[in-house]
């Protein structure tokens, strides 16, 4: 029953910006705690970042911090990501993921490449 859906990828070039969207269903979407995870080619998965349900604790890898913002409006059952100043390693497949780690959405594509 649970579905998250991402949406906002696309192609960049170093420095550049992209917000990704996670719509989210089948849930009470406010009381569980939100990820962000992804996935270069070639490599395993790398957690991201994690928002709490009230969206006003956020927790993110060092190698993002300061770059990405994780927000979520409850209010229309969606999480974001907004990403500044992208570098090449940057480029993965972003998803995004419910607390506990078994709902997972599609993902959606982000190359950040000169």
């Known amino acids: 029953e649970v579905q998250l859906v991402e949406s906002g990828g696309g192609s960049v070039q170093p420095g550049g910006s992209l917000r990704l969207s996670c719509g989210a269903s089948?849930?009470?979407?406010?009381?569980?705690?939100m990820n962000w995870v992804r996935q270069a080619p070639g490599k395993g998965l790398e957690w991201v970042a994690i928002?709490?349900?009230?969206?006003?604790?956020?927790t993110y890898r060092d190698s993002v911090k300061g770059r990405f913002t994780i927000s979520r409006d409850n209010a229309k059952n969606t999480m974001y990501l907004q990403m500044n100043t992208l570098k090449p390693e940057d480029t993965a497949v972003y998803y995004c993921?419910?607390?506990?780690?078994?709902?997972w959405g599609q993902g959606t594509q982000v190359t950040v490449s000169s």
């Open positions: 928002i709490n349900g009230g969206g006003d604790i956020h």
């Open positions: 089948g849930f009470a979407f406010s009381n569980y705690p």
């Open positions: 993921v419910k607390s506990g780690f078994s709902d």
